[in-house]
């Protein structure tokens, strides 16, 4: 699990005491999970994250992506592969007045085929390790923050990880103590109806 620096980050999110966050998934929340997915050719903005993820940032969230990459593990692309995606991802959404607070991901999978990435790890969603090193690094509230994820496995990482607001983006039923949303712009207008979040400008 790794933090990618971020050359963009705003000083507010680095001198904050208490700063609240979106954590998101990425595959299907950002961007359309095509499976495995590590080329920017490839690279599909969901609906409404580009603007989902603006309106988050105006209501004050810092913006975290906490990913499962298990194609590491498998052999299918490798960590730089990653890394090089998520920092055109990363470029890209700066230049679009959108900046990401933190990218951390998890390598692993118990079954892997690249032994260095091979193991049992507590990074994995649904385990919290994630949520909780970004937390950590950050300087973020896990209280006052948000997790939007597709999986089921993201909601149960954010729930032991001590999230409170949890979003599944799905058509289906929301699992159980989440809130089914549609897009992030969803999530966005679901916060706005909230006491304390203010938009900004
Ligand atoms: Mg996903
Ligand atoms: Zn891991």
Redesign the pocket.
Known sequence: ?TLLSNPYLPTRIKTLAVQKAAFLDRDGVINIDLGYLYRWEDFQWMPGALEGMRQLQALGYALVVVTNQSGIARGYYTEDDFQSLSNTMRHWLHGHGIDLAGIFY???HPQGSEKNYT?V????KP?P?LIVEAAKQLGLSLQDSVMVGDKVSDMQAAESAGIEQRYHLTSDEPYVGCRQVGSLIDVAHALVALDGNTPAS
């Open positions: 699990m998890c390598p692993h193991e790890c507590n990074c994995r385990a390790g």
